[in-house]
């Protein structure tokens, strides 16, 4: 697939949520676009430690351990985590995530860009 960048990069916030017990969906690309997850900050802001996944999934897939960036990350209380690097998401991806608890808050941010 050819993609012709029809924009600059945009910074952007992609998601800032707390985990829900279950699977929820907190980012979903654009139509026509691209993103790029470049970090996440992950605090348990609870009283016990917790665990949380983060999954990367492709347009009408399913989280699972084989798109799972996170998996059951074990955060001691008010323990953070920072993750940096680079990921790109194609268009209608969608980031998913899960908590054992909702005392994790999660930010993620990166960049979008449309193509034609």
Same mark, same amino acid.
């Given at each position: 697939m050819t993609y012709q960048t029809n924009n600059? !990069?945009? @910074? &952007?916030? %992609? +998601?800032? +949520? !707390?985990? $829900?017990?279950?699977?929820?969906?907190?980012? $979903? &690309? !654009?139509l026509k676009s691209r993103t790029l997850l470049q970090q996440i900050d992950v605090v348990n802001?609870?009283?016990?430690? +917790?665990?949380?996944?983060?999954?990367? &999934?492709?347009?009408?897939? =399913?989280?699972?351990?084989?798109?799972?960036?996170?998996y059951q990350q074990s955060l001691l209380p008010k323990q953070n985590l920072q993750w940096q690097? @680079? @990921? &790109?998401?194609?268009?209608? @991806? =969608? %980031?998913?995530?899960?908590g054992s608890t909702t005392g994790i808050t999660m930010t993620m941010s990166g960049a979008?860009?449309?193509?034609y």
């Open positions: 600059i !990069p945009t @910074q &952007v916030l %992609i +998601a800032q +949520a !707390p985990t $829900t017990v279950g699977v929820s969906t907190v980012y $979903t &690309v !654009p802001t609870g009283s016990a430690t +917790a665990t949380f996944d983060i999954y990367l &999934v492709t347009q009408n897939g =399913t989280a699972g351990t084989s798109n799972a960036l996170f690097g @680079q @990921q &790109v998401l194609d268009s209608q @991806q =969608t %980031i998913q995530i899960n979008t860009y449309g193509y």
